[in-house]
Structure formats: structure tokens, C-alpha cells
């Protein structure tokens, strides 16, 4: 069965340093990923999207960027974060090339910028 | 191109019934219903494709009218178990699998 794995679960970091979340998929092949944040009570705005290694889309054009090294593995960073990056991040897999496919999220990461 | 969702908030007593709308501006392949419980990940409903499709979830159904390009996820007999909130996904045309989800609907059941 497949499994997805994002961590850490919390993170707690101050304005200006860097960031690095990390997501796995076990189980499938060449699944689309995505990273999606949610600020405290809002909904989940998409952050980035791949449908495969090296092919990245950007939704949103701030300090964050994403890199896909492997064909599941899925990183989020940050070289200087900012008070407004404070969130729950949550990254997301589906089949690649199937517009029926669910998306399957992880548990997500906490990160609070002080 | 964010679909827009409907009510923002809803409170219920237990057995009452619920209908959330979803309206897209975009022509979609699908949507998509997920249900967040405070803290936790948005866990997958049920997907819609084309054609005034509906499917059903316990006692959860959803359709999908496709030349107004909106949806409605309907919930009939409430349980304290639906309490959570709402999201539509949409995924549009010719973007490649990317899934943009509305602002959510808070649902609230009350014993």
C-alpha cells in the first residue's frame, strides 16, 4: 500500500533562517506531488505542484521554493523565512496523469516563524 | 481561479440535513471533496467527473453540474462525526493536474 512521509511534525524557527521540509511516497510510481499551506484558519492556498523530477510549478512567487531529487521524494525550502511563512504545511501525492486520483496528504508540519 | 464555496459556516443539531456549494470560473475535468478536522489533514470525500455525476459516502452525496461548472456536496442525517471543514478541489482544464481548493466551510454539528 502506499504511504506518504513529511516531517518533522513541528517546527519552530526564528525570522531570517533557512527552511527544509522533506516528503517521501512509498508504494506508487511517478506520482504527481504537491505542497499546499495553511495559515492559522484559512483554507489550503497551493504553494507548488511536479508531475515529475525537474518539473516544478510555482503558484506562489515568494521566498519559498521546491525541489524534486528523486521520483518521490518532495522537498519545500526557504533560504530566509518570514513571520508571514508561519503555517501548516502539507504535502500530497496522486497518480500522475489521472484527473480521477484523489489526493493523499501527510500529516503535515507546524512551522511557527518567531 | 479559486472556486468559490458556500455557506462560509454552518451549524446543525444532530439528524439535520446540509448542502454545500461549490462554484468554479473555469471549465473543470473534476472536483474534489475533502473533510478537515481541526489539527489533522484533509482526508479525501469523493470525486465528481463530468455530467451531472453524483456519488454518495454513507450519507454524504455530492453532484456535479458540469455546463455551470459547480457542485454540491449534500449531507442528510447529520452526525456529530461531520463536524469539521468543507473543501472543494477543482481540477481545471489544461493546467495539468493542478488542484485548487475553495476557502472551506466550517460545519458544525450540535447534539
Known amino acids: 500500500s502506499q504511504t506518504i512521509h513529511q516531517w518533522p511534525a513541528t517546527l519552530v524557527q526564528p525570522v531570517g533562517s533557512p527552511l527544509s521540509l522533506e516528503c517521501t511516497v512509498e508504494?506508487?510510481?511517478?506520482?504527481?506531488l504537491y505542497w499546499y499551506r495553511q495559515a492559522a484558519g484559512r483554507g489550503l492556498q497551493l504553494l507548488f505542484y511536479?508531475?515529475?523530477?525537474?518539473?516544478i510549478s510555482s503558484e506562489v512567487p515568494q521566498n519559498l521554493s521546491a525541489s524534486r531529487p528523486q521520483d518521490r521524494q518532495f522537498i519545500l525550502s526557504s533560504k530566509k523565512l518570514l513571520l508571514s511563512d508561519s503555517g501548516f504545511y502539507l504535502c500530497?501525492?496522486?497518480?500522475?496523469?489521472?484527473?480521477?486520483?484523489?489526493?493523499?496528504f501527510g500529516n503535515g508540519t507546524r512551522l511557527t516563524v518567531t | 481561479q479559486q472556486p468559490v464555496q458556500s455557506p462560509q459556516a454552518v451549524i446543525l443539531r444532530e439528524g439535520e440535513d446540509a448542502v454545500i456549494n461549490c462554484s468554479s470560473s473555469?471549465?473543470?475535468?473534476?472536483v474534489h471533496w475533502y473533510r478537515q478536522k481541526h489539527g489533522e489533514a484533509p482526508v479525501f470525500l469523493m470525486i465528481?467527473?463530468?455530467?451531472?455525476e453524483q456519488k454518495g459516502h454513507e450519507k454524504i452525496s455530492a453532484s456535479f453540474n458540469e455546463k455551470k461548472q459547480q457542485s454540491s456536496l449534500y449531507l442528510t442525517a447529520s452526525q456529530l462525526s461531520y463536524s469539521g471543514t468543507y473543501f472543494c478541489?477543482?481540477?481545471?482544464?489544461?493546467?495539468?493536474?493542478?488542484?485548487?481548493f475553495g476557502q472551506g466551510t466550517e460545519l458544525s454539528v450540535k447534539p
Open positions: 478541489g477543482a481540477m481545471i482544464y489544461n493546467q495539468g493536474g493542478k488542484l485548487i
Open positions: 465528481l467527473l463530468k455530467g451531472g
Open positions: 511536479s508531475v515529475g523530477i525537474g518539473q
Open positions: 473555469k471549465a473543470l475535468y473534476s
Open positions: 500530497a501525492w496522486s497518480n500522475l496523469g489521472s484527473y480521477n486520483s484523489p489526493l493523499h
Open positions: 508504494g506508487t510510481s511517478n506520482p504527481n
